[in-house]
T-cell receptor, first 111, second 112 residues
């Protein structure tokens, strides 16, 4: 059974139209991460929550925001998607600095 | 210089072959080391952690050389199902809490 669940698996949005991707976990892990992975590239960390503490990577555009209302859920908000934001978005969780477990990802297309 | 460098391949090998992947990392303060496997259009999945003493899991052997900042993965008796991208992954030390840094991946194709 999937332990890190991302919805939707595929998301199509229009240029400039806000979109929210969701991640939930049944592992009760205290750390949740969002990665962006473009074709033929390695995953790139956007930000992570350590418990309720939000940690943004220095090069993550302001267009990307995140919310974590509780331990189980974390959301990625893209305020004004551009064509360059089309990618696979991966959510991962860990207990402290231990191994990270990834969800199946949401593939975002921007028209 | 990239923080984690891998030979992108692709490696094309016949079933039953032995294949080795190499990876180097630039941050000498790196704490933990992993090999992840990623199938096409799927999420990365942990293959194995890598320890200084070296570790083996079935057909897979991983080695870490901290002095040379070098990590390797050996796959013996390759199967068709081993075809995937193999990602070398390193966690930073110090204040970069838990941050995974990925290599660009090495593509392996095992053919009949």
């Amino acid at each position: 059974d999937a332990m890190v669940i991302q919805n939707p698996r595929y998301q199509v949005t229009q240029f400039g139209k806000p979109v929210t991707l969701s991640c939930s976990q049944t592992l009760n892990h205290n750390v949740m991460y969002w990665y962006q992975q473009k074709s033929s590239q390695a995953p790139k960390l956007l930000f992570h929550y350590y418990d309720k503490d939000f940690n943004n990577e220095a090069d993550t555009p302001d267009n990307f925001q995140s919310r974590r209302p509780n331990t189980s859920f974390c959301f990625l908000d893209i305020r004004s998607p551009g064509l360059g934001d089309a990618a696979m978005y991966l959510c991962a969780t860990s207990r402290g600095e231990n191994i990270q477990y990834f969800g199946a990802g949401t593939r975002l297309s921007v028209l | 210089r990239k923080e984690v460098e891998q030979d992108p391949g692709p490696f094309n090998v016949p079933e039953g072959a032995t294949v080795a992947f190499n990876c180097t990392y630039s941050n000498s303060a790196s704490q933990s080391f992993f090999w992840y496997r990623q199938d096409c259009r799927k999420e990365p999945k942990l293959l194995m952690s890598v320890y200084s003493s070296g570790n083996e899991d079935g057909r897979f052997t991983a080695q870490l050389n901290r002095a040379s900042q070098y990590i390797s993965l050996l796959i013996r008796d390759s199967k068709l199902s081993d075809s995937a991208t193999y990602l070398c992954v390193v966690t930073a030390g110090g204040t970069s809490y838990g941050k995974l840094t990925f290599g660009q991946g090495t593509i392996l194709t095992v053919h009949p």
